[in-house]
């Protein structure tokens, strides 16, 4: 495997809002029944989270989980850490059918902070932003990718795209921050 580059090494913008590049990110891809007792004990046992419930993210004391769909969750682990979780993940889930992919390389993470981050991503996003409460995750397009809008808290998403789009997300999320351009919408 290759060794995780950020996106953007570095990347930082000061506009209407701040937005970094999150750099390396551990990123596992659970998909399997997510009823069965054996998925949520290896993911509790991973994150020190809970399950979540549809379109959530539950937090831990070693990571987070996002529900991405019925069957498919994201684990957010210490990129350090990614490939002791994904073996880790797959011993505790071997008897059920489970599968489990690393998919740091093939994604990217920006942080999208400030008051104004819902006027800079509803510019993008086919997505209702004024009832998106903390904690909240949607799959949706950002401009012409897909991606999707994780709100850490009051001010604060981030943004998952593909790593092969990294670059195209962080010009729209530029362009879209540049003074000049508020909306005052979600104030």
């Known amino acids: ?107 990217a993470l920006f942080t999208v902070k400030g008051v104004q981050a819902r006027d800079v991503l509803a510019k993008a996003c086919p997505v209702d932003l004024a009832d998106f409460p903390v904690g909240t995750i949607r799959r949706t397009r950002a401009a012409q990718v897909a991606a999707a809008v994780w709100r850490q808290d009051d001010t604060t998403f981030a943004v998952i795209c593909f790593r092969s789009v990294a670059g195209y997300m962080w010009n729209v999320l530029t362009t879209l921050s540049r003074p000049g351009g508020e909306v005052g919408y979600h104030r």
């Open 1 to 107: 495997m290759s060794e995780t580059v950020s996106a953007l090494p570095g990347a930082r913008f000061h506009g209407m809002v701040d937005l970094a590049d999150a750099g390396p990110q551990g990123m596992i891809a659970l998909r399997g029944d997510l009823a069965l007792p054996e998925l949520a004990a290896a993911v509790k046992k991973i994150t020190g989270a809970a399950l979540p419930t549809v379109r959530e993210v539950s937090t831990g004391a070693k990571g987070a989980v996002a529900w991405m769909s019925p069957d498919e969750l994201l684990l957010f682990v210490d990129h350090a850490g990614v490939g002791r979780a994904v073996s880790a993940l797959e011993s505790l889930t071997a008897d059920a059918f489970v599968t489990v992919a690393d998919v740091s390389d093939a994604r």
